[in-house]
Nanobody, 122 residues
Framework: QVVGSGGGSVQAGGSLRLSCAASGYTASSYCMGWFRQALGKEREEVATIDAEGTATYADSVKGRFTLSQDNAKNALYLQMNSLKPEDTAMYFC??????????????????WGQGTQVTVSS
């Protein structure tokens, strides 16, 4: 399973760090990432990292968000800087333990965290 945490409320320009703790498998051996869903919108991919360590970011967060892994803790982190009101959403940690590379569809992620709310005020 994966368990996400670290959301909160910040003002625009602020920072937050989300954490995703994996258990039952080795996180660095498979794809893992963060997704978000704003009210009334579809879930979208924010950032993912595959088993080769290649990170991919949505255009809307490039240069502001950074993924990192702690293999000793079997965890994935998303450092979010220069937050904007449009980053407000429920953020979900997810993993695909079916393959080493990251799938194109969210349907191919088999482990999902419970979600953590990020609210950015202007």
């Amino acid at each position: 399973q994966v368990v996400g945490s670290g959301g909160g409320s910040v003002q625009a320009g602020g920072s937050l760090r989300l954490s995703c703790a994996a258990s039952g498998y080795t996180a660095s051996s498979y794809c893992m990432g963060w997704f978000r869903q704003a009210l009334g919108k579809e879930r979208e991919e924010v950032a993912t990292i595959d088993a080769e360590g290649t990170a991919t970011y949505a255009d809307s967060v490039k240069g502001r968000f950074t993924l990192s892994q702690d293999n000793a803790k079997n965890a994935l982190y998303l450092q979010m800087n220069s937050l904007k009101p449009e980053d407000t959403a429920m953020y979900f940690c997810a993993a695909s333990t079916w393959e080493r590379l990251c799938p194109k569809s969210t349907r191919d992620y088999n482990l999902w965290g419970q979600g953590t709310q990020v609210t950015v005020s202007s």
